[in-house]
């Protein structure tokens, strides 16, 4: 969509993803958009590379997850060469992202944590910096849900710093997040479809 007059929004150009039943997330980042999906037969799930072409938007790479028990959720870019993915059912996984002189883009596994204690959800994700927030549960209202926080430097897998878990007795469903610093405080956005949105500031 060309949006730069907000009065007269244009559809530019669209691209079907055919046999993906997703999409689920998307994460642009210079030329390259990622899209992270789910396909009609499982266990056909992970990411596309897209890229806008003068003729349209083609697909030049792809990653797909061999872990069978696990989903793929949002996908963030932590920096030009790496993205985070959030593992449904399985954790938080971290993938490099190169791209070849010919323009395809590949993606390779720098690190992946999975924990038992993941299975309701890791679907929702959102970075600022070193850090990396996961939320707990998806689809339904539950309580004891929340979210995990994860660093996410370093050069191996993403490490789990602590879970924090809502105890209020109202239902609580955390969707959509976003992370960032004001003043050198991280917060945190949480669209709780339990309770609607929230602000968190994070400390230590």
Same mark, same amino acid.
């Given at each position: 969509?060309?949006?730069?007059?907000?009065?007269?929004?244009?559809?530019?150009?669209?691209?079907?993803?055919?046999?993906?039943?997703?999409?689920?997330?998307?994460?642009?980042?210079?030329?390259?958009?990622?899209?992270?999906?789910?396909?009609?037969?499982? %266990?056909?799930?992970?990411?596309?590379?897209?890229?806008?072409?003068?003729?349209?938007?083609?697909?030049?790479?792809?990653?797909?997850?061999?872990?069978?028990?696990?989903?793929?959720?949002?996908?963030?870019?932590?920096?030009?060469?790496?993205?985070?993915?959030?593992?449904?059912?399985?954790?938080?996984?971290?993938?490099?992202?190169?791209?070849?002189?010919?323009?395809?883009?590949?993606?390779?596994?720098?690190?992946?944590?999975?924990? %038992?204690?993941?299975?309701?959800?890791?679907?929702?994700?959102?970075?600022?910096?070193?850090?990396?927030?996961?939320?707990?549960?998806?689809?339904?209202?539950?309580?004891?849900?929340?979210?995990?926080?994860?660093?996410?430097?370093?050069?191996?897998? %993403?490490?789990?710093?602590?879970?924090?878990?809502?105890?209020?007795?109202?239902?609580?469903?955390?969707?959509?997040?976003?992370?960032?610093?004001?003043?050198?405080?991280?917060?945190?956005?949480?669209?709780?479809?339990?309770?609607?949105?929230?602000?968190?500031?994070?400390?230590?």
């Amino acid at each position: 969509w060309d949006v730069g007059d907000p009065t007269a929004v244009r559809l530019v150009t669209t691209m079907s993803l055919g046999e993906k039943m997703g999409p689920i997330a998307l994460a642009a980042r210079g030329r390259i958009a990622l899209v992270s999906y789910v396909g009609a037969a499982w %266990p056909d799930r992970g990411i596309i590379a897209l890229r806008r072409t003068a003729g349209g938007i083609v697909r030049v790479g792809q990653w797909q997850l061999d872990a069978p028990a696990v989903s793929v959720g949002g996908v963030v870019w932590r920096n030009s060469n790496e993205v985070v993915v959030a593992l449904g059912g399985g954790g938080i996984g971290r993938l490099a992202v190169t791209e070849a002189a010919d323009g395809e883009v590949r993606m390779t596994v720098i690190g992946q944590l999975t924990d %038992p204690r993941f299975a309701e959800g890791a679907r929702h994700l959102a970075i600022d910096g070193c850090r990396a927030y996961s939320s707990n549960m998806d689809g339904s209202a539950s309580s004891g849900s929340g979210f995990w926080v994860f660093d996410i430097c370093g050069d191996g897998p %993403p490490v789990l710093l602590a879970e924090v878990g809502f105890t209020s007795d109202e239902p609580h469903n955390p969707a959509s997040l976003a992370a960032l610093t004001i003043a050198d405080q991280p917060y945190l956005i949480i669209a709780d479809a339990g309770g609607g949105p929230h602000r968190l500031e994070g400390r230590g």
